[in-house]
């Protein structure tokens, strides 16, 4: 038995009338009646009781027709649900980020995520930037928010925008008050960073901010969460370097006075990755990216 049949035993089940049926399907009837009686042999049992004049269901047959209705219907539901999958419709997506993107990019892309595709289930970790890459090609994660440059050809990079870093002062703070022409003003305070690892990327960014400045910083912290970095600035244990975005819905009493420097943020995912999830996730980063340089978020791609 197989789906072709059933739709044969179907169109005769419901005119039953071979011929009526025989054209509904586009097939001669004698052909009809060969794969009828088919499907009665492979079975075993009679499907309907025909004569010259009339045609009727067994209860077999009547069985068989309740059956193969909910099957077709199933079977429907499988394509269209496969036709789904295929177009990215359903399925999951893991995200790895740094903290400061809940405050810029993220939020936005994830809400049209959920309304362009509501069956799609997304998880959220927010790691540090070397466990990213790590994450990612140990497929812990699917896709990454960055702000490191990508060097290997496992993974796929694209730049989506850039904004300017800030130092982030206790509203108390003198330099709250202004005015602030730059680190040099600093250069006794103490600092609460991120690992400055010369091997990333972002470390050797904030390195050079304070070279350029002509000392190096008083680490009295180090933190590589953007929420603890703010709160630990706000009880004035330090001040901090942080990309500006942080403070879009920040409601501690902070200060963020803008440096001349940019950071990038970049999307990262595997080569090799087909989930068709990812890919509309990537499109969506795009638009959001465009929508946000629209407002006051100090972006530029």
Known sequence: MDLRQL????????????????????????????????????????LFKRDKRNVALTPAGAYLLTQARQLRLTVADIVTQTQRVHNGQIGTLRIGHPGSALYSILPDTLVTLKGRYPDVTT???EISERELFESL???????GLTREVNTDSRI???????????LVVPDTHPLAAGPFTGLEQCRHESFILCSLDASLNY??????????SGYLPHKVYEANYGATVLRLVEKELGLAILPISYQHGSSLRLRFLPLP?????YVIWRTDDLNPVLHNFLA?????????????????T
Do not use: Y
């Open 261 to 265: 420097t940019k950071t990038d943020m």
């Open 137 to 143: 090609l140990s497929h812990r994660v699917d896709v």
């Open 7 to 46: 739709a044969f035993f179907v169109a005769v089940a419901e005119e039953l009338n071979f011929s009526r049926a025989a054209e509904k399907m586009a097939i001669v009837q004698p052909a009809l009646s060969r794969q009828i009686q088919q499907l009665e042999d492979d079975l075993g049992v009679l």
């Open 203 to 212: 470390g050797r960014l904030l390195m050079g901010l304070f070279e350029q």
């Open 284 to 300: 969506i980063c795009r638009e959001t990216v465009a929508l946000l340089e629209t407002e006051a978020f100090a972006i530029t």
């Open 123 to 125: 998880s959220l970790a």
């Open 156 to 166: 796929q990079s694209v730049h989506l925008f850039a904004e300017s870093l800030a």
